[in-house]
């Protein structure tokens, strides 16, 4: 917090001028009517030093609720000023500083009012959001004495930031699912929602299952089958060996992994799946492209160029989330702050953001080994990647050939700005059509300048077709 007295309005300084001119003529001239006319603007100087600045003591807060939000939504901020002093303050003023990028829709950042000690003044507005984290700004107070000629001018530091995002409802999973109950639906029949197929009667049918239509219709009895929703095992692989960017204030390949996967992973949790994260690190066999679009000179190319960095092994549950989180700020440098918060030293308590485990060796054969050992036959793998290089395309092809179901979410950072950047989004383009066409690969093509659930849904629709 930082404090500066405010200049002086002036508007006393023609009193002030008056009477020493009185003073003066009045002594010249020996003329007592001048002098006593002197008096008047004694009497301003007077109350303008009464008036002068107090030294205010004053408690500030600010609320933002919601804090997170998804396009078009409100946020109401709460801004309260209190006295906490012994002084009675003739005149305080507030302004609170909302972020640029949004407008107030409802309310006013500005407030006036004289407080006695412990009484309060609140700013309260409306905000309409929009994609993206957005960071307010200081709140500032200015305090005018009685005179209202001169105030105190205060600076609130006031860290806060409201996020939005647009819904992502889930990723729609294949039918590889484990015995619980969940919100995957596959194609057994059973007990269920959905309408699956008829039977033949058992004796152990309960008679809610019964076909009575079709019983009553033939004389034959039937039982009704539905469509059984299980939950899933899945292990979240996020490729966080690439640093670049489609442009210096874009986020890096490595972010856009990190904030896919915790929305992913949040999505699926949320329906009751248990979700586990990889972080893999190493050299990329993608040529390092700078802030400007150019390219520098490629990394090496080999199997031995990816490792595992950290491994949190599957869960369920809001804890698990923050596990994730906490996994990806630890080893991959990516502070993912949205919906439902960041991580901080406050989730400590939540547990380690890895588990020990014995690193495996290192490229894709040897990490794929790794996790197998790790895994159930029946979990499924979401692979967070920019698809920059063959080790992604040989990270699918291996996991799918030992009979586990991969969804590929990428995001796009490649561009056609350069006439170097433009070959790499070509390349890119070919590793999506080859997975998807060849491969038959689940794959949400994400571009960051579209909403991840948007992306998302316009894939689920693919698949379905």
């Given at each position: 917090m930082t404090e500066t007295a405010t200049d002086s309005r002036g508007r006393w300084q023609a009193g002030v001028a008056l009477a020493l001119g009185a003073v003066v003529a009045g002594v010249a001239f020996a003329s007592t009517a001048l002098f006593f006319s002197a008096l008047v603007g004694l009497v301003y100087s007077g109350y303008t030093l009464l008036g002068s600045p107090p030294d205010p003591r004053l408690?500030?807060?600010?609320?933002?609720?919601?804090?997170?939000?998804?396009?078009?939504?409100?946020?109401?901020?709460?801004?309260?000023?209190?006295?906490?002093?012994?002084?009675?303050?003739?005149?305080?003023?507030?302004?609170?500083?909302?972020?640029?990028?949004?407008?107030?829709?409802?309310?006013?950042?500005?407030?006036?009012?004289?407080?006695?000690?412990g009484e309060t003044l609140t700013v309260e507005y409306e905000l309409e959001t929009r994609r993206g984290t957005h960071e307010f700004g200081d709140v500032t107070t200015v305090v005018y004495g009685l005179s209202g000629d001169a105030g105190r001018r205060t600076v609130h530091e006031q860290a806060a930031s409201v996020s939005c995002f647009a819904p992502f409802d889930a990723?729609?999973?294949?039918?590889?699912?484990?015995?619980?109950?969940?919100?995957?639906?596959?194609?057994?029949?059973?007990?269920?929602?959905?309408?699956?197929?008829?039977?033949?009667?058992?004796?152990?049918?309960?008679?809610?299952?019964?076909?009575?239509?079709?019983?009553a219709a033939t004389g034959e009895l039937s039982t009704v089958t539905y469509r059984e929703s299980h939950a899933a095992t899945v292990v979240l692989l996020v490729d966080g060996r690439h640093r670049v960017r489609r442009a210096g204030d874009e986020p890096t390949a490595a972010a856009l992994c990190g904030y896919a996967a915790v929305r992913a992973g949040e999505a699926l949790l949320d329906d009751h799946n248990s979700v586990g994260a990889v972080a893999l690190g190493g050299e990329s066999d993608h040529p390092a492209v700078e802030v400007d679009g150019s390219i520098s000179s490629p990394s090496r190319d080999g199997d031995d160029a990816v490792t595992v960095l950290g491994y949190c092994r599957p869960d369920r549950g809001r804890e698990q989330s923050l596990r994730i989180r906490s996994l990806l700020a630890a080893e991959l440098d990516v502070e993912v702050s949205d919906v439902g918060g960041g991580v901080s030293g406050s989730d400590a308590a939540v547990g380690s953001s890895t588990d020990s485990y014995v690193e495996p060796t290192?490229?894709?054969?040897?990490?794929?080994?790794?996790?197998?050992?790790?895994?159930?036959?029946?979990?499924?793998?979401?692979?967070?990647?920019?698809?920059?290089?063959?080790?992604?395309?040989r990270?699918?092809?291996?996991?799918?050939?030992?009979?586990?179901?991969?969804?590929?979410?990428?995001?796009?950072?490649?561009?056609?700005?350069?006439?170097?950047?433009?070959?790499?989004?070509?390349?890119?383009?070919?590793?999506?059509?080859?997975?998807?066409?060849?491969?038959?690969?689940?794959?949400?093509?994400?571009?960051?300048?579209?909403?991840?659930?948007?992306?998302?849904?316009?894939?689920?629709?693919?698949?379905?077709?």
């Open positions: 408690h500030v807060t600010r609320a933002v609720e919601p804090r997170a939000t998804t396009p078009g939504e409100r946020t109401t901020v709460t801004t309260t000023v209190e006295s906490v002093g012994d002084e009675v303050l003739a005149d305080v003023r507030v302004h609170d500083q909302p972020p640029a990028e949004l407008q107030v829709v409802s309310g006013a950042t500005r407030a006036a009012a004289s407080l006695a000690p990723l729609k999973l294949a039918p590889q699912t484990g015995p619980g109950t969940g919100q995957v639906e596959t194609d057994t029949g059973g007990i269920g929602l959905e309408f699956f197929a008829t039977r033949e009667y058992r004796s152990s049918d309960p008679s809610s299952r019964i076909d009575w239509n079709r019983y290192p490229g894709t054969s040897g990490v794929v080994d790794w996790l197998r050992e790790r895994l159930d036959d029946h979990a499924q793998v979401v692979f967070v990647s920019p698809l920059l290089d063959r080790e992604a395309v990270f699918v092809t291996r996991l799918e050939s030992v009979g586990h179901t991969v969804t590929v979410v990428s995001p796009q950072v490649t561009t056609t700005a350069r006439p170097g950047t433009t070959v790499s989004h070509l390349r890119r383009a070919l590793r999506v059509r080859s997975l998807r066409r060849d491969q038959q690969v689940r794959l949400v093509d994400w571009s960051p300048d579209d909403p991840l659930g948007t992306a998302a849904r316009r894939a689920h629709a693919g698949w379905e077709q």
